[in-house]
């Protein structure tokens, strides 16, 4: 049975103007359904599907899917068509039209069969709450009210991350995560560490803050795991003033002793040193270089290399030199090849793990 449903141009039921896709496209299942009301009016219906990123709540949804690449998302508006007032913009539909809209939906979250569905909006949520309360629908999975992230995106943006971050646990809570695939290594027991894995490992970095605050932590590594440097982030990130590099830059000797005091931290007096001197290097790179991405990056001529089951390679070898006569420390061939490995440059992820090719 095919569903594409999504030529409608004027559903007839409600009398709107133009269609806003889809019922239903290329998919036919989904984990994550997201349900808005109506997007901004478009030009180009072929183009342009509900929640995608030339709206607020679109590029808001983007972060959240990029964070979990691995699941399947669903896009659809409750009302299909796009209402318009008598002066052509576009207004709230009213209860009648989405009265008229709902079984589509409904026909839309049988045939994807979500296993979460989130609701955008109080508009979306309380008509959808009525309607199935009134009809006596019952659904078997968990359907979510969340705020509608345009409002977060443009008026709020300072609870952006928490927003996003609510999210995530809720699809978390349902989806069972530890099915998905990942790479061996993965401590299955630290959700710090599969966190990491799944949203930062291996993802190409160009952010230079992003770049200095992981060099630093890895320079931090030598000798100890990864986790034990994971699990002190959060107290790295206290104790650093988030990795501004400015200020470390001219962190003074009062400093390196609270440094050394801070039992959360890894107190190695030489790695702490480093730490402020690899700091002004990595500054003079950037003004070197106009960034320290364009100069990482030139190494690999901007690729992303795949490779497993090594520890260093001739890259490393050639960077941890170069890294080392311009006068930084613990940065020796194998702390580099990690620091790689975490930025991008290099995509270690095992050929079976989910989260190989993003
Ligand atoms: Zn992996």
Redesign the pocket.
């Known amino acids: 049975m095919k569903y594409k449903l999504n030529n409608i141009k004027n559903c007839g039921k409600c009398n709107l103007y133009i269609n806003q896709l889809p019922l239903l496209d290329k998919k036919d299942k989904c984990d994550v359904m997201w349900v808005g009301l109506s997007a901004k009016k478009v030009d180009d219906i072929d183009k342009n599907y509900p929640l995608e990123e030339n709206t607020n709540s679109g590029l808001l949804i983007k972060e959240i899917e990029d964070i979990l690449p691995s699941l399947n998302y669903y896009k659809t508006n409750l009302v299909k068509c796009l209402p318009l007032d008598n002066k052509g913009k576009l207004r709230y539909p009213s209860t009648n039209e989405m009265n008229k809209c709902i079984s589509n939906l409904l026909f839309e979250i049988e045939v994807m069969n979500p296993k979460i569905i989130f609701l955008l909006g109080k508009n979306v949520y309380n008509f959808i709450s009525k309607y199935m309360n009134k009809n006596n629908i019952k659904l078997n999975l968990p359907i979510k009210y969340i705020e509608h992230p345009s409002y977060i995106y443009v008026y709020k943006k300072k609870y952006k991350d928490n927003y996003i971050e609510k999210v995530i646990n809720e699809i978390r809570k349902v989806i069972n995560m530890s099915e998905v695939k990942?790479?061996k290594w993965?401590n299955m027991n630290n959700p710090l560490y599969i966190k990491y894995?799944d949203e930062e490992?291996?993802v190409p970095v160009h952010n230079d803050q992003i770049l200095f605050e992981m060099l630093i932590l890895e320079s931090f590594q030598a000798g100890l795991s990864w986790e034990c440097v994971l699990n002190k982030r959060t107290y790295f990130e206290e104790a650093y003033d988030n990795f501004d590099i400015n200020k470390i830059c001219n962190y003074d000797d009062k400093k390196l002793n609270e440094l050394l005091k801070n039992k959360n931290i890894i107190r190695n007096k030489l790695k702490i040193k480093a730490s402020i001197n690899n700091s002004k290097i990595f500054k003079s790179i950037q003004k070197e270089y106009g960034s320290f991405s364009n100069y990482i990056w030139k190494f690999t001529d901007n690729k992303v290399i795949y490779e497993v089951g090594i520890t260093s390679s001739k890259l490393s070898d050639t960077i941890s030199e170069d890294l080392k006569k311009r006068g930084m420390k613990f940065v020796g061939t194998t702390i580099i090849y990690s620091y790689l490995q975490a930025v991008g440059i290099i995509n270690s992820?095992?050929n079976e793990?989910m989260?190989?090719s993003r």
Do not use: I, T
């Open positions: 990942r790479c993965v894995h490992w291996g992820h095992d793990c989260f190989k």
